[in-house]
């Protein structure tokens, strides 16, 4: 797993200034372990939802697939993908559904990527592995690896995107380049998914200790790209939301640019693992919805909605966002890699409703789902 920076405030601290407030009626995902869930809604297959995980048995960390077709109201699984490198080790999955043919990949075609081999010992090589599903997440093939480290030093949270051009793009947080920088953000190109170009610097940012990371990448409705990411160190910051737009998904600008960092009118933020989702609504047609990890006033001290709050942005990202409810309410938050860590969202019922996905350190990470409205 990626390095996690030191976070002073205790687990006891924070739960104890979590309220109770409703939530959705929780579910656990997978039975047992269970990490850096995904959700999209395949726009190739009848509206039906896949959600993705990070999960393990005796034979290593896997990725089960699952499959909703009641709007979220249950899941089953339909199939599973199995790297034989997971058993050194596997994090931080993503999963995608091209919405064009990328060479010989039809559009509707699923993306699976995930970093493997962290635990392959002092000479480990990390390798960001890209898997593909051509009957909607139920059989699984290797495709390629799109990078690999030249290091020990990790390559993690893989993000795809095909550009207005028509290039499919896989994103990632590198930690190769220290110590002129501990973290920067890169990118590889690719015209068939399986041979990959030479990586292409999107973010680093000077002094050495600040790291970018977590890229999340959403079209919006206009035909640019929404660029979400957090910075960590950055001058007195923490680990705090931003993100840019790119009007052709390939050219984001220069790379020491931060771009716009993301809080309320208020100052509140979330710190660390922040992911945005596309919603309906709003005067431009869209609602662009993050949760993140840690909820906190501008001063960095968790607030009593920490776990139960979504943000929302309903001008591309631009001024001040505002609060929503979580559906899924998590405890015990605490800079870690399980509670309430990279969370996912996704519209349900024509946009009335929100999916979650999140985690929770409850004797093992477990992942659990539940919806609810976002909007009243």
């Keep these: 797993m990626r390095r996690l920076l030191v976070f002073v405030l205790s687990v006891t601290t924070v739960a104890s200034l979590v309220t109770p407030a409703s939530a959705a009626e929780r579910t656990q995902l997978v039975p047992g372990f269970g990490a850096y869930a995904r959700l999209i809604r395949l726009e190739h297959g009848r509206g039906r939802i896949i959600a993705t995980l990070t999960s393990e048995d005796a034979d290593g960390k896997y990725a089960p697939v699952l499959e909703s077709t009641d709007e979220g109201e249950s899941f089953h699984q339909i199939g599973e993908i199995r790297d034989p490198d997971g058993r050194y080790g596997m994090c931080c999955g993503t999963v995608y559904e ?39 997440g139920r059989s699984w093939t290797f495709l390629s690896e799109a990078a690999r480290s030249h290091n020990i030093d990790g390559i993690w949270e893989p993000e795809f995107t095909v550009d207005a051009g028509g290039t499919l793009w896989l994103h990632f947080a590198d930690e190769t380049q220290a110590p002129k920088y501990a ?4 990118r590889v190109a690719s015209t068939d998914g ?10 680093a940012i000077p002094p050495d200790r600040v790291r970018p990371g977590m890229p999340i990448i959403r079209r919006l409705p206009d035909g640019r790209y929404y660029f979400a990411y957090e910075i960590c160190n950055y001058r007195d910051r923490y680990c705090d939301p931003y993100f840019k737009i790119s009007a052709d998904g390939a050219n984001w600008g220069d790379p020491a640019d931060p771009g716009t960092r993301v809080d309320t009118a208020n100052g509140n933020y979330f710190q660390h693992a922040q992911t945005v989702t596309l919603f309906p609504g709003g005067p431009n047609g869209v609602r662009i919805v993050m949760v993140g990890q840690i909820y906190t006033n501008a001063k960095g001290v968790p ?74």
């Excluded at 010989?104 to 392959?120: E, H, I, V």
């Excluded at 399986?194 to 973010?203: A, N, P, S, Y």
């Design 98 to 136: 091209l919405p064009e043919r990328v060479g010989k990949l039809r559009a509707g075609t699923l993306l699976w990527a995930a970093s493997y081999r962290q635990d392959a010992g002092p000479q480990r090589r990390l390798g960001i592995r890209v898997w593909a599903s051509r009957d909607g």
């Design 194 to 203: 399986v041979t990959w170009g030479t990586k292409q610097l999107t973010m």
């Design 303 to 376: 607030q009593p909605q920490n776990g139960q709050v979504l943000l929302a942005n309903d001008d591309f990202g631009a001024g001040h966002w505002y609060e929503l409810p979580a559906p899924v309410h998590i405890t015990g938050i605490r800079n870690h890699f399980c509670p309430n860590y990279s969370s996912t969202l996704l519209p349900v019922d024509d946009g009335r409703n929100v999916l979650e996905i999140a985690t929770e350190d409850d004797a093992g990470c477990k992942a659990y789902f539940g919806k609810g409205s976002a909007f009243e």
């Design 183 to 186: 973290q920067v953000l890169n």
